[in-house]
């Protein structure tokens, strides 16, 4: 063998390539997923740079993107039946409790959309059960690279879920897409949100992530290969949140209430890949 075909350390270059091929070929098979993130991060960079209804409509382009990108990889990476339980449990189970929210006001309160996020169903934008979606999908994932059982899991994945609202509840009333009739008592520094809000979020979190931990079968609780693109989702969104809502948005208290509650979760994920968790 030439040293041409040799590696620095003597290593020869050929092994060296075939066993990279298998991380090349999914790179390639998962380049749609990264075009998605892609243009989903850019639309959020823009997001705070714009105003009135081309910030409205890129709200509603970003949860669109998110929920493609969410459903497209559990299809992608766990199969029909995984993506199937996942729109089941989170577009439609999403659905359900808003309307129930909006009729009733349980379980987060009684509050009203506004006609900026699009046209409603039952007075329930039709975004908003995408959202649901677009961040249940990565919430599920990192909690199953950071717990072993399944009560663990889903525990983990409903309060990253929920954690998440702390900051896209404040920056949304901020931008008077929806209110509360009363918003108190509120978290000190974030008005406009009941507490009772979040304790809602969590509850429903908590029953979205046992019916989707059972749904999804086995493949639901596989790690894969492929999800570097919800981990980097995930990942993302609690860091751009934290510095929107610090740096932009002019909104320090939710920046700091999510910064710490979310990133209790979201944070020991970075070790755990590391380690190749």
Excluded at 45 to 73: K, M, N, Q, W
Excluded at 123 to 135: E, N, Y
Excluded at 246 to 259: D, R, T
């Amino acid at each position: 063998m030439s040293a041409s075909d040799r590696s620095p350390k003597g290593r020869p270059l050929r092994s060296r390539l075939q066993k990279d091929r298998p991380l090349r070929s999914r790179l390639q098979k998962d380049r749609p997923l990264w075009a998605l993130l892609g243009a989903l991060v850019l639309v959020q960079i823009c997001y705070p740079l714009t105003r009135g209804e081309v910030r409205a409509g890129l709200t509603v382009a970003t949860v669109v993107l998110g929920y493609v990108l969410s459903v497209a990889h559990a299809w992608r990476c766990r199969g029909a039946r995984a993506a199937l339980a996942l729109v089941a449990t989170a577009t439609l189970g999403g659905f359900a409790i808003e309307a129930l929210g909006v009729a009733t006001g349980f379980p987060f309160g009684t509050y009203d959309y506004s006609g900026q996020l699009g046209p409603k169903v039952l007075g329930v934008p039709l975004i908003i059960p995408l959202a649901w979606t677009w961040m249940a999908w990565p919430a599920w994932l990192a909690a199953l690279r950071l717990a072993r059982s399944r009560p663990a899991r889903i525990a983990l994945a409903a309060a990253g879920l929920a954690a998440w609202d702390l900051f896209l509840d404040p920056q949304m009333v901020a931008e008077g897409y929806w209110s509360w009739d009363s918003p108190t008592p509120a978290l000190p520094g974030v008005p406009g949100v009941p507490i009772g809000n979040y304790l809602g979020w969590l509850g429903f979190a908590l029953l979205l992530m046992t019916v989707l931990a059972a749904a999804t079968g086995p493949a639901g609780h596989r790690r894969d290969g492929g999800d570097g693109p919800m981990m980097v989702l995930w990942l993302w969104t609690y860091a751009s949140s934290v510095l929107a809502h610090a740096v932009f948005l002019g909104l320090p208290w939710s920046a700091l209430w999510g910064g710490v509650l979310m990133g209790a979760v979201v944070l020991p994920l970075i070790p755990a890949a590391r380690r190749g968790a």
